[in-house]
């Protein structure tokens, strides 16, 4: 007890976690997750090409079993789970992910369309032949070898590598605060890149970059931004922007079609497709008719089929901005470099691929070397046992057996243990004149071979011809054409909208409560108009036909503003609902829509007029009303409401140099009369200036905007809440200034005085509509009531106790000879 006592260590949670996470750390960023920059593996690919070669499973054997090479490299080397070794052999075959494949499989290793490959049990494996150049030499003590887990395998650190594999094949990983992203490059390109900076030391970046252009992803597709790609060599870290491969082509009828043969590096091609056909199917844009993919094993191929008269290049253009047809591609370059993981540029790399190689080839050259130099050693001691076989043969008889024979010919004729050892071994049948002269060129031809390699060990020419001649080689045979395009600047997408649109005209309805839809023609033709799907407490606030090319610019009374362009709006039929703003922007409880506009082009040069009830006026232009970013869901503000009880009344839609006039009316029956020009254009959050001097408990009911033209002949139609309807006028409010009280409308009565409910103007006879707030509606004619003064007070034509308190006085439409035209 007191034993185990003196074993317990007290230590704070921090340190322990600290050291414990430390070790985990290191041993994921140098064991698992990162690739060493000499050989460009991380330790279980290194591990699946060494097992399988030792194994024999090489490109010039049968290929055997995945199982039974995940096996050996689980057994053996890597003590993890079988999955993620078969995920990294899978990985290595797949001519998609990386651009020379190191394993080759046969059976389903995957595909571009995300597919997973088979179970190992169905596969069948082998090293490639590229692969070869990796692990050739590291059977001559090229490389480190160090025990593996159990201590009863050795296993190499690094390979001997005889190309630069990191960067043809590229990395990708993440450990515990290092991620790594390098793209494949072409085989050819890099090894130009490396000779030459073995022959040019001091190369400069630009110089290098003449033969590394950029990746060469295998999936091909162009790249763009040279900026992005000398960033990532200079600094290793970059972005470039991928871009497929694409063509318009032109079919019968008048038609085209965009054909796709080449898609961006590690893009799924199954949800490309599938995604395209999503913007069809929801009509995010008009004008695509089918999606196809037509790949097969000729290649890859997704057909993008338009309608008759769309136009191709801005539908294309709209695809790579919202699908992956066009993607960035960020480089990010850490490897392993002596044991700590760098981020590394173009340079580094090949330097330190330089200095590896460098390495392998002295390594493999002392080991030739003393292979070389004990092999001619003992054909010395032939050669000197021939020239003397008689005595050597004697020696041997008189001998009690092989250990006395070679003590007996090193003692007698001073030969060396290694020499008398090969004498005793040599068979009789080589004692012949003939195999001297085969000896002698042995010699002879050992001693040139010794000589060139201790040449290549101590001649720095010599060693980088060497190596520049195998890499040349290595190019030679495994070179092939770079597949990815690269282009200088990154092309602007710049997307005409309209184009993108099929247009139509559709019937659009808006109503108080915030509920908007688009129809067709067709369906609004052949359904009842009053059927319009609206609650019976909801009110039209637009109702009409328009393009849908045309955009809304929805009013509330607590002054936001909601864009909305025709062809996004919910299309259903006219008899359904449609959607409810909440659902996207939100609207207040006691919120609702005032006014509805169409804009059939934003930059427009045009004015809004804003009044509120608190007596607060103002314009602002289109151009400061642009929708932004996030239209779809969140409101802009219109104008800013002084109180939280306050609310927007009216707006209206001004030319910049209109000279009109305007009168306010308020809730006491106050009117003032002034010129538009008083109104100052301000910015959309400011809350505007004082229209009117109110009283207390006054309110702006609403406006009037004149033309001062029209002024003499216009008519002001009024609704009071006690269900008076009164017409005078016009010229009987005086022009003033603004921020005046203002006129009397109304005979101010001391018992149950009248106040305005809201106004209308007119010039020429109209058919009116009044609502009261139990949403039932009277319609009359102004022709049906005599034209009064500003002191009367009007006729009742309401029961306000009855019918409700009017709250709207709408027109309807001109009277002509009796016959009422729908103003919709």
Sequence with gaps: M?????????????????????????????????PDIRDGLKPVQRRILYAMYIDGNTYDKP????AKSVGNVMGNFHPHGDSSIYEAMVRLSQDWKVREPLIQMHGNNGSLDGDPPAAMRYTEARVSKISNLLLSDIDKETVEMVLNFDDTENEPVVLPAHFPNLLVNGATGISAGYATEIPPHNLSEVIDATVYLLEHPGATLDDLMQYVKGPDFPTGAIIQGEKGIRDAYETGRGKIVVRSKTSIVELRGHREQIVVTEIPYEVNKALLVKKIDEIRALKKIDGISEVRDESDRNGLSIVIELKKGADASSILNYLFKNTDLQISYNFNMVAINHMTPEQVGLKTILSAYLEHKKDVVLKRTAFDLNKAQKRQHIVEGLIKALSILDEVIRTIRASSDKKNAKDNLVTAYDFTEAQAEAIVSLQLYRLTNTDVNALRAEHKELADKI???QQIINDQATLNRVITDELVAVKKEYGNPRRSAIQREVSQIEIDTSALIAKEDVRVLVSANGY????????????????????????IVFDDTVSTLASLYIFTNKGNLIYRPVHELLDVKWKDTGSHLSQEVGLLLDEQIIQVFVILDLAAKKNFLLATDDGYIKQVSLADLQPSRTYRSKAAVAMKLKGEGNKLVHVSEVEESAASELVLFTKFSYAVRFKLAEVPVIGARAAGVKSVNLKDGDAVVDYLLLDPVDASDTKVAMITTRGAFKQFKLSEVNLVSRAKRGVLTLRELKNKPHRVAGVVSYVTDQELQVTTEQNQVTKFKTTEFPIGDRYSNGSFIIDAEKDGVPVKITKLGQIEEENITNLF
Aim: charged share 40%; no cysteine.
């Design 451 to 453: 000589l060139g390699l």
């Design 63 to 66: 290929f055997r079993k995945s």
């Design 516 to 539: 908007l839809k688009r129809s067709s023609l067709r369906s609004y033709n052949s359904t009842d108009a009053a059927d319009n799907g609206l609650r019976d407490d909801d009110q």
């Design 2 to 34: 007191v034993e185990q006592t003196d074993r317990i260590k007290e230590m704070s949670l921090e340190d322990v976690m600290g050291e414990r996470f430390g070790r985990y750390s290191k041993y994921i960023i140098q064991e698992r997750a990162l």
